[in-house]
């Protein structure tokens, strides 16, 4: 099962590598000299646009892979002191 979560997790972190690669700068600025509000008149910050979706989703699902796998690996010590072999006194 862990092995199966570690194959989804770098899965969706390509893939959410290459929706961020993807995306056009918007901007954001302070000055529309250096790029910032110039962008803007038109409406180009449109919010609705596919990649910018298909990022928060892949975000949202690699954050969900990663919590399931650190719960189903568990605290790495054992559950109870029956695992431990105890030491004989000679």
Do not use: H
């Not at 972190?13 to 700068?25: E, G, K, T, Y």
């Not at 790029?35 to 690699?62: N, P, Y």
Request: glycine fraction near 12%.
């Amino acid at each position: 099962m862990l092995s199966t979560l570690a194959i989804l997790i770098a899965l969706v972190s390509a893939l959410l590598m290459l929706a961020v690669l993807i995306q056009n700068p918007k901007g954001g600025g302070i000055d529309p000299t250096f790029g910032g509000q110039a962008q803007q008149l038109f409406g180009a910050a449109r919010s609705t646009d596919f990649i910018e979706k298909a990022t928060w989703v892949l975000a949202g699902t690699l954050f969900i892979l990663c919590v399931v796998a650190a719960l189903s690996v568990g605290t790495g010590g054992p559950a109870t002191g029956a695992e431990i072999p105890l030491q004989s006194q000679q």
